[in-house]
């Protein structure tokens, strides 16, 4: 059975940094790409970064956010730094069988959520 379980989220004040976890099970984790996704009150689902062979970011958080993975603990992160209140939403971990993540129809598995908000 395939697992993602997130951790990390809770609220923080604009500027501020976090660090979110999600912890892999079931699956061969260095064969599939890991990304976040978030998706903020009354808005829809949104890319946040991925990470396989190479990494890839949103616009609106490049520069700012550090996705990493360590594959022998099965486990990726995404290190937010200078939080906005508009990045305020559930952060979503998930796992795709491909080269490069990007869009919600190529995950195969996610995670349950965490929810991470910004205050101003």
């Known amino acids: 059975q395939v697992q993602l379980i997130e951790s990390g989220g809770g609220l923080v004040q604009a500027g501020d940094s976090l660090t979110l976890s999600c912890a892999v099970s079931?699956?061969?984790?260095?064969?599939?790409?890991m990304g976040w996704f978030r998706q903020a009150p009354g808005k829809g689902q949104e890319f946040v970064a991925s990470?396989?062979?190479?990494?890839s970011y949103a616009d609106s958080v490049k520069g700012r956010f550090t996705i990493s993975r360590d594959n022998a603990k099965n486990t990726v992160y995404l290190r937010m730094n200078s939080l906005k209140p508009e990045d305020t939403a559930v952060y979503y971990c998930?796992?795709?069988?491909?080269?490069?993540?990007?869009?919600?129809?190529?995950?195969?598995?996610w995670g349950k959520g965490t929810l991470v908000t910004v205050s101003s």
């Open positions: 998930a796992a795709a069988s491909q080269l490069l993540l990007t869009r919600a129809t190529q995950v195969n598995y």
């Open positions: 990470s396989k062979v190479s990494t």
């Open positions: 079931g699956l061969t984790f260095s064969f599939y790409a």
